[in-house]
């Protein structure tokens, strides 16, 4: 079965200062991997996804992924971190055979001023 | 483009009435639409699987008769909570699959559904 892990409930972060939000994944076959956040009371917004190509993955708000094979990591970052950035932040595996989502717990990033 | 809505945003019901919420996919056509629930501080959990044209795939453990799934159009799908119970209180979240040379890529999120049920 599929699944993705997010080790953090929480991380805090100075603002300016870099970010990392962790993921592992658990697939069989190639993976489709997915960043998402949500903001309090919202849905979820689309960040990033990997597919194929490129390790590195850059999507909205100045975020990216690093798709790393080997450690099944697929670890979302950000060079400087805003106080906007505060939200929930969830990681997501796509299963094919059941055409569906499986989602990690969520982290919660706190960006301190 | 990939937009996504819902509605209501916010209901607020007695107990034992029915309360429908609808999603619509915006600016694309979705054959398969999503509907999470996600209860404060957790993850989203899978409640159901809509297809358009056809009986919705429910995970194990959700009611069918209980939350009704409707996909009537590539574009609208409705979930009511049929008899709503204190306990049927979340945040109900859907989502549409983006299709992209035939397979279902992207997930899009509608903004939420907050219910509660008195």
């Known amino acids: 079965a599929q699944s993705v892990a997010q080790p953090e409930d929480q991380v805090n972060v100075a603002e300016g200062n870099p970010l990392t939000v962790k993921c592992t994944y658990s697939v069989s076959g190639n993976p489709y991997l997915f960043w998402y956040v949500q903001y309090p009371n919202r849905g979820l917004q689309f960040l990033l996804k990997y597919i194929t190509g490129d390790n590195l993955v850059k999507g909205s708000y100045g975020f990216e992924a690093e798709f790393n094979k080997s450690q099944t990591s697929f670890h979302l970052k950000k060079p400087s971190a805003l106080v906007s950035d505060s939200a929930l932040y969830f990681c997501?595996?796509?299963?094919?055979?059941?055409?569906?989502?499986?989602f990690g717990s969520g982290t919660k990033l706190n960006v301190k001023p | 483009g990939a937009v996504v809505s819902q509605h209501p945003s916010r209901v607020i019901c007695k107990s034992g009435t029915s309360v429908k919420i609808e999603c619509r996919s915006l600016?694309?056509?979705?054959?398969?639409m999503f509907w999470y629930r996600q209860f404060p501080k957790q993850s989203l959990m899978l409640m159901a699987t809509?297809?358009?044209?056809?009986?919705?795939?429910?995970e194990q453990g959700v009611e069918k008769d209980k939350f009704l799934i409707n996909h009537a159009s590539l574009t609208l799908s409705t979930l009511t909570v049929t008899s709503a119970h204190p306990e049927d209180s979340s945040f109900y979240i859907c989502?549409?699959?983006?299709?992209?040379?035939?397979?279902?890529?992207?997930?899009?999120f509608g903004p939420g559904t907050r219910l509660l049920v008195l």
């Open positions: 600016d694309f056509q979705a054959t398969t």
């Open positions: 989502s549409a699959s983006l299709l992209v040379a035939g397979v279902q890529e992207t997930q899009y």
């Open positions: 809509s297809n358009e044209g056809s009986k919705a795939t429910y």
């Open positions: 997501a595996v796509r299963d094919f055979d059941f055409n569906k989502f499986y």
